[in-house]
């Protein structure tokens, strides 16, 4: 009896630092939040127009403050995953996201979320591609994350249109043209 006991106290420990040890080995390494600058398409369109410019550049921090400003409206991923803090990177069209999570309200997880950007006329979306926990991945329907859609075509004045958007290294370029006549 005393050697059963001390077979399940063991296996207690070990258990107990397995877990532990995972919890480590997920935790967030950095500490993020979601706090943004608002950012204006209106007021950068209007910038455009007195540069006399049909091309507008959205930067890689400009991209990230539309991103915070989505998932602070949308924090709740699923019942069990709410996301804390965001930071992204873009490539090409590959848009990184590390993101800070909270699992059943407790668990402090951090997550590589890769994004592809793709222009559906009239918004910019990004179509979750992976989700990463370390080593562990993940689908998009695991953490239910939904596409992000930032709404560039309700933001612009009448006349404009989007004619090309080009995704370069750090910024994404729309690039614009101008309707004369509305169709009947």
């Known amino acids: 009896m005393k050697k059963a006991g ?6 207690f420990i070990v258990v107990a630092l397995a877990g532990a040890s995972m919890l480590y080995y997920i ?3 950095k500490a993020l939040d979601l706090s943004y600058d608002p950012l204006s398409l209106e007021s950068k369109v209007m910038g455009m ?8 550049t959205i930067t890689e921090p400009e991209l990230n403050n539309l991103l915070k400003e989505w998932l602070s409206l949308r924090p709740l991923l699923s019942e069990s995953w709410e996301i804390t803090g965001a ?4 490539a ?10 909270l699992y059943a309200n407790r668990i402090p997880v951090n997550a590589v979320v890769r994004y592809q950007l793709v222009w559906a006329s009239p918004d910019l979306v990004a179509e979750p591609l992976s989700i990463h926990l370390k080593d562990l991945k993940l689908s998009a329907q695991d ?3 939904d596409p992000i859609v930032i709404p560039v075509g309700q933001q612009l004045p009448p006349g ?3 004619k090309k958007v080009t995704f370069g ?11 004369l006549f509305n169709a009947f």
């Not at 930071?87 to 873009?90: A, M, N, R, T, V």
């Not at 290294?169 to 309707?179: A, L, P, S, Y």
């Open 6 to 11: 001390i077979g399940l106290l063991s296996l």
């Open 87 to 90: 930071e992204g990177s873009l």
């Open 92 to 101: 090409g069209t590959i848009y990184t996201v590390n993101a800070n999570l």
């Open 160 to 162: 404009l249109n989007v």
């Open 169 to 179: 290294d750090n910024n994404v370029t729309i690039r614009f043209g101008i309707r």
């Open 143 to 145: 953490l239910g994350l």
């Open 49 to 56: 127009v007195q540069q006399r410019k049909l091309e507008m």
């Open 27 to 29: 935790r967030p390494e």
